[in-house]
């Protein structure tokens, strides 16, 4: 079936500006991740979903930085007021559910890469 | 903390060479789930090979194979019969699960190149 995909591809905006990035995840996946991939940081943690709990926020670096999962599917990303140090690669992934090691599995979309002016 | 530490920034092996990458972790933890990832230019995160810390034999994927050491902490990649594909960004991850939350702890990435 379709892996996880996301868009825009690439996104150029101004500092102050607000963005959404898209993450449509594996279909059936009950568990959604958003991570920050920058060369200062490497990969960060930045948001969880899973099913119907709440999520846990506790990466999501700064209050301009939010999330939501519709429907249990498609999740969105948005960033306030954009900053330069917001450009890196925003990376999802889903994964099945679970707790058997498969369950936990996590399988990551393209990423979209995010450049602040 | 968790941590995962990657020691090797760059590595490099000729075509059909047999490489191994280092990873060492931190945990208090006695069953988790160790990753290892690659990301070639193309930017896609792709799985390469898991390991249950409760498994006491070593995952093994076609050519990719892991050295689990869980008293030592060490989980190394072997790459058998290195092909150029196999050219990317090699991440080694922990998942941390605390509750019913789930996370991935990284590494900072082995660099490899495969040369013809």
């Known amino acids: 079936g379709a892996g996880v995909s996301q868009s825009p591809s690439n996104k150029v905006t101004e500092k102050g500006k607000d963005v959404e990035l898209r993450c449509d995840p594996i279909?059936?996946?009950?568990?959604l991740y958003w991570y920050r991939q920058s060369l200062g940081q490497g990969l960060e943690f930045l948001i969880y979903?899973?099913?119907?709990?709440?999520?846990?926020k506790s990466g999501l670096p700064s209050d301009r930085f939010s999330a939501e999962r519709t429907g249990g599917s498609v999740s969105t990303l948005t960033i306030q007021r954009t900053q330069q140090e917001d450009s890196a690669v925003y990376l999802c992934?889903?994964?099945?559910?679970?707790?058997?090691?498969?369950?936990?599995?996590?399988?990551f979309g393209p990423g979209t890469r995010l450049l602040v002016l | 903390a968790q941590t995962v530490t990657q020691s090797q920034p760059e590595m490099s092996v000729q075509e059909a060479e047999t490489v191994t990458l280092s990873c060492t972790y931190d945990?208090?933890?006695?069953?988790?789930?160790l990753f290892w990832y690659k990301q070639p230019p193309s930017r896609q995160m792709i799985l390469v090979i898991r390991q249950e810390a409760y498994k006491q034999q070593n995952a093994t994927e076609n050519r990719f194979s892991v050295n689990f050491q869980k008293a030592a902490k060490s989980f190394s990649l072997k790459i058998s019969d290195s092909q150029l594909g196999d050219t990317a960004m090699y991440f080694c991850?922990?998942?941390?699960?605390?509750?019913?939350?789930?996370?991935?702890?990284w590494g900072l990435g082995t660099s490899l190149a495969v040369n013809p």
């Open positions: 992934a889903s994964s099945p559910g679970g707790t058997s090691g498969l369950g936990e599995t996590q399988y």
């Open positions: 945990t208090s933890e006695n069953n988790y789930y």
């Open positions: 279909s059936g996946h009950t568990a």
């Open positions: 991850a922990f998942m941390k699960r605390n509750g019913n939350n789930r996370k991935l702890i």
């Open positions: 979903f899973q099913g119907n709990s709440a999520p846990d």
